[in-house]
C-alpha cells in the first residue's frame, strides 16, 4: 500500500452510522492525529455547521478535531456562490448548518427574485417550499443543488437524501442543478486547496461509491473504500470502475 501524506475522509458511513459508533472509523482519526498526518473531513451532510459536527464527534464519537478540519458542502457552496460573484440574494431549502454558512457569508433571504436558490435536505420541507423554489429557478435564479445523495444512513436505514429533493425541483423545472458536493469537482478541488498537498500525495476515504469513492476516482485522486455504510462487499465486483482499494475495517488500513 502506498504511503500518503494526507487524508480526505467521508464521515457518516465511514467514521460513524448515523448515531452509532464505528470503533475502527475513530480509531483511524486517532491514528492520523498520533501520526500527525494533515486529514479534513468533507461532509455532504449540510444540516449541520462545522462547529457542531465538531461537538458532536466529541461528545459522541470520542473524536477531538479542530474544526478547521471539517469541510462541508455548505462550506462550498458558498465558495462557489463567492466565486461567481452575482447578487448576493438566496432562497434556501436546507437545515440551519446550510442556512447559517450562507447567510454569514452575507447572503439575504429572498423568495421571490433570488439570484441564487440552493437546495439541500430539509426535514421540514413543504409543498410551499418547492413552489417557491420552482417559481424562483423558472425565472432565471441560478440552481444549486449541495449534493448528489439520494438517501442518507442512518441507523433506521436508508433515508431520503438532498439529491431526492434536488431531483424533484429538477423534474418541476426541466432545468439541471449545479452540484458543489462529492462527486463533484467543486467540492473536490477545494477541499485539495483548503489541504494543501497535490492529488497524488492525497487518498479519499468512504463508504459510498457513487459520492466518496467517485470524487477519488473522477478527480484524479485515489480512493480506499470501506464496506461499513452504503456501498456493500457483495457490490464491489459488479462496480464499473474499481476502487484504488477495498476494506472491511479502517483498523486494516497501515498510514
Same mark, same amino acid.
Given at each position: 500500500?502506498?504511503?500518503?501524506?494526507?487524508?480526505?475522509?467521508?464521515?457518516?458511513?465511514?467514521?460513524?452510522?448515523?448515531?452509532?459508533?464505528?470503533?475502527?472509523?475513530?480509531?483511524?482519526?486517532?491514528?492520523?492525529?498520533?501520526?500527525?498526518?494533515?486529514?479534513?473531513?468533507?461532509?455532504?451532510?449540510?444540516?449541520?455547521?462545522?462547529?457542531?459536527?465538531?461537538?458532536?464527534?466529541?461528545?459522541?464519537?470520542?473524536?477531538?478535531?479542530?474544526?478547521?478540519?471539517?469541510?462541508?458542502?455548505?462550506?462550498?457552496?458558498?465558495?462557489?456562490?463567492?466565486?461567481?460573484?452575482?447578487?448576493?440574494?438566496?432562497?434556501?431549502?436546507?437545515?440551519?448548518?446550510?442556512?447559517?454558512?450562507?447567510?454569514?457569508? @452575507?447572503?439575504?433571504?429572498?423568495?421571490?427574485?433570488?439570484?441564487?436558490?440552493?437546495?439541500?435536505?430539509?426535514?421540514?420541507?413543504?409543498?410551499?417550499?418547492?413552489?417557491?423554489?420552482?417559481?424562483?429557478?423558472?425565472?432565471?435564479?441560478?440552481?444549486?443543488?449541495?449534493?448528489?445523495?439520494?438517501?442518507?444512513?442512518?441507523?433506521?436505514?436508508?433515508?431520503?437524501?438532498?439529491?431526492?429533493?434536488?431531483?424533484?425541483?429538477?423534474?418541476?423545472?426541466?432545468?439541471?442543478?449545479?452540484?458543489?458536493?462529492?462527486?463533484?469537482?467543486?467540492?473536490?478541488?477545494?477541499?485539495?486547496?483548503?489541504?494543501?498537498?497535490?492529488?497524488?500525495?492525497?487518498?479519499?476515504?468512504?463508504?459510498?461509491?457513487?459520492?466518496?469513492?467517485?470524487?477519488?476516482?473522477?478527480? @484524479?485522486?485515489?480512493?480506499?473504500?470501506?464496506?461499513?455504510?452504503?456501498?456493500?462487499?457483495?457490490?464491489?465486483?459488479?462496480?464499473?470502475?474499481?476502487?484504488?482499494?477495498?476494506?472491511?475495517?479502517?483498523?486494516?488500513?497501515?498510514?
Amino acid at each position: 500500500m502506498k504511503k500518503y501524506k494526507g487524508y480526505l475522509i467521508d464521515l457518516d458511513g465511514t467514521i460513524y452510522m448515523g448515531n452509532n459508533r464505528i470503533p475502527a472509523g475513530e480509531n483511524f482519526i486517532h491514528r492520523l492525529q498520533d501520526a500527525q498526518i494533515p486529514y479534513l473531513l468533507v461532509t455532504n451532510n449540510t444540516t449541520k455547521s462545522p462547529k457542531v459536527v465538531q461537538k458532536r464527534l466529541r461528545t459522541m464519537f470520542n473524536i477531538d478535531t479542530p474544526e478547521e478540519t471539517i469541510y462541508t458542502a455548505s462550506l462550498a457552496t458558498v465558495d462557489y456562490m463567492n466565486d461567481l460573484g452575482l447578487e448576493k440574494t438566496v432562497y434556501i431549502i436546507g437545515e440551519d448548518g446550510l442556512k447559517e454558512a450562507i447567510y454569514e457569508a @452575507g447572503y439575504k433571504k429572498e423568495r421571490e427574485n433570488p439570484a441564487y436558490v440552493v437546495v439541500a435536505l430539509d426535514t421540514d420541507l413543504t409543498y410551499e417550499m418547492l413552489a417557491l423554489a420552482t417559481f424562483a429557478i423558472q425565472k432565471g435564479a441560478v440552481f444549486i443543488g449541495t449534493n448528489p445523495d439520494l438517501n442518507l444512513p442512518s441507523e433506521r436505514g436508508l433515508l431520503p437524501g438532498a439529491g431526492s429533493v434536488v431531483a424533484l425541483l429538477e423534474a418541476a423545472t426541466r432545468i439541471k442543478a449545479t452540484y458543489i458536493g462529492k462527486p463533484e469537482a467543486i467540492i473536490a478541488d477545494k477541499a485539495v486547496e483548503k489541504i494543501g498537498l497535490p492529488k497524488e500525495e492525497l487518498l479519499m476515504v468512504g463508504d459510498n461509491y457513487l459520492t466518496d469513492i467517485r470524487t477519488g476516482l473522477d478527480n @484524479g485522486i485515489d480512493a480506499l473504500l470501506v464496506t461499513t455504510g452504503f456501498t456493500k462487499a457483495e457490490e464491489v465486483p459488479k462496480l464499473p470502475v474499481a476502487p484504488t482499494y477495498v476494506l472491511d475495517s479502517l483498523d486494516k488500513w497501515e498510514i
